[in-house]
């Protein structure tokens, strides 16, 4: 499989958009692969309809979600965090201070891959607006509140992203003294929260969702959001940070998410061609590939993802023409997840605008918010495995062998034969590549001497000229996996001569 080969192409019309769309629901039937499932996530009691998914991971015993709902009859956003598993439902997690009374933002941010940490923000006082960096453990029911680095003051601290086991949580805070600087922050057992260095002219640092690498030695964050000078940076621990380069003509950049080994960031980024931005990836620090938009009049979001080699990359849009969506991006180009879903006829149960956080790293779960019953209302969509990162593979099936029975026809009294052929088929991607007769060839071709009858069935008629040699049908068989690649192979039956010369 070829990494990392997203098109260079910055535009991609509707058109291809629905091309795309038709190529992956052809070929998701016809390998067998289980159907795409929308989960409408719903909303905790009491509140009002709020509720959003922030990161997703799959584990050995399921799908684990972690995000933030509301509670509180008074709350106009999320005052809780939660957890969500198709089996056990939603989930409130505990919080430093209960009360129903209207509060900070609170949610949960990020989760490791093995579902045991979840990164959040914890309410610290029933009357006002403090809250703090906190980890949510043991299934969610554990509340551990983080250190605060020295200097902060100002409470309004939150943890938001984390190395894939956990053990790494980096989030934001701000300064004791005015003017109440923001900065980022990292933690770990061992060493505590230290403060992460910023970038000169620094307002406010925060910390992308998806901005730890695997092994939390690589961090993303965004400096200045709301600013003219906005800028995304790398921090990476034990070196220091760098500022992603703008592109020709720009003047803003931010970095939404960082690929698995820290050397692939995503983001957006303005320029005279994409005044509102685009997306762009950029690798060991300078611009690797412009990705576009889907058309001219989208405009991105502060949230992104991407899987965790960077084949596919999600990313919330609007436009005047189709309101909020999420874009979707691999090498066949952009499409829009609500035409995705419309297409492969998914029930979103009165849900719309669907807007993601991100996707999971093996590309198989996006995660967000819709629009619903006057609110937002979370989802969780899960794709079939090899859906959209299958799409990049190059390599085609190998047939290990192919064989008809019978293979030989005898005796030639002109009737019409069935024959089965049985093919061993593998590939790197794809469990079960569609395997199917494509052709059929005689050396003594005549109307009406063959019927294929099914993808590897076909009736041959038993027949020879008596003054040649015998008949050989040749049979060619394709081999299709999930990217579309080809390979063929043939297989003879004869009709002899004689009994002597089978």
């Known amino acids: 499989m070829r990494v990392n080969c997203l098109s260079m192409n910055t535009h991609y019309p509707i058109p291809r958009l629905r091309a ?18 929308f989960y409408p996530i719903g909303d905790l009691p009491g509140g009002i309809t709020y509720s959003e998914i922030r990161d997703a991971t799959r584990t050995p015993a399921g799908i684990i979600a972690v995000g933030g709902g509301t509670q509180g009859p008074n709350s106009n956003f999320s005052d809780t965090v939660i957890r969500w598993t198709p089996s056990g439902g ?16 609170v949610s949960g941010s990020a989760i490791s891959r093995d579902g045991t940490v979840i ?28 250190p605060r680095a020295a200097d902060s003051g100002y409470w309004n ?29 990292r933690w770990t057992a061992s060493e505590g929260t230290t403060r992460v260095p910023s970038p000169a002219n620094t307002i406010e640092a925060v910390p992308a969702g998806r901005g730890a690498s695997a092994d939390g030695s690589v961090m993303v964050a965004t400096k200045n959001w709301g600013y003219p000078d906005k800028r995304g940076f790398i921090y990476t621990h034990g070196q220091g940070i760098t500022e992603l380069p703008l592109l020709p003509g720009g003047t803003v950049n931010d970095a939404l ?39 001219p009049d989208f405009v991105g979001s502060n949230f992104a993802g991407m899987s965790a080699n960077a084949e596919v990359v999600v990313t919330p849009l609007w436009s005047p023409a189709t309101g909020s969506d999420t874009g979707i991006l691999n090498q066949h180009g952009w499409t829009l997840l609500s035409e995705l879903l419309a297409a492969a006829n998914v029930d979103m149960q009165g849900r719309t605008e669907p807007r993601i956080f991100g996707i ?110 015998g008949r050989v049908y040749t049979i060619t068989v394709s081999a299709t996996d999930f990217a579309e690649n080809v390979s063929t192979a043939t297989v003879t039956v004869t009709v002899p001569h004689d009994q002597g010369k089978k």
């Open 257 to 295: 998410a960082v690929s698995a080994d820290g050397r692939i960031v995503m983001g957006n980024a303005n320029s005279p061609e994409y005044p509102n931005g685009e997306i762009v990836l950029w690798k060991d620090g300078a611009v690797f590939q412009r990705l576009g938009m889907p058309g």
């Open 20 to 37: 795309f769309v038709a190529l992956v629901l052809a070929a998701v039937p016809a390998l067998g692969f289980s159907q795409i499932q």
């Open 360 to 469: 999971s790293q093996d590309a198989t779960l996006l995660y967000g918010f819709a629009t619903y019953n006057g609110g937002r209302e979370a989802f969780l969509v899960e794709f079939p495995p090899l859906f959209f990162s299958s799409l990049l593979d190059e390599t085609p099936p190998v047939f290990n062998s192919l064989t008809a029975t019978p293979n030989t026809l005898w005796s030639p009294n002109n009737k019409m034969v069935d024959v089965q052929l049985t093919a061993d088929v593998t590939d790197e991607t794809t469990p079960n590549p569609v395997v199917q007769i494509v052709s059929v060839t005689s050396n003594e071709p005549d109307f009406g001497d063959w019927v294929i009858t099914g993808p590897m069935s076909l009736q041959l008629r038993a027949k020879r000229l008596g003054k040649n040699s």
């Open 157 to 185: 601290s939150a943890a938001n992203a984390l190395s894939s086991d956990g053990s790494i949580v980096y989030g934001f805070d701000y300064e004791a003294t005015p003017p109440f600087l923001g900065f980022a922050w």
């Open 90 to 105: 939603l989930q409130a997690l505990p919080s430093l201070i209960t009360t129903t009374n209207p509060g900070p933002f």
């Open 119 to 146: 990164a959040s923000r914890s309410r610290l006082s029933a009357t006002n607006n403090s809250r703090g960096g906190a980890l949510h453990l043991n299934n969610g029911n554990t509340l551990m509140m983080l």
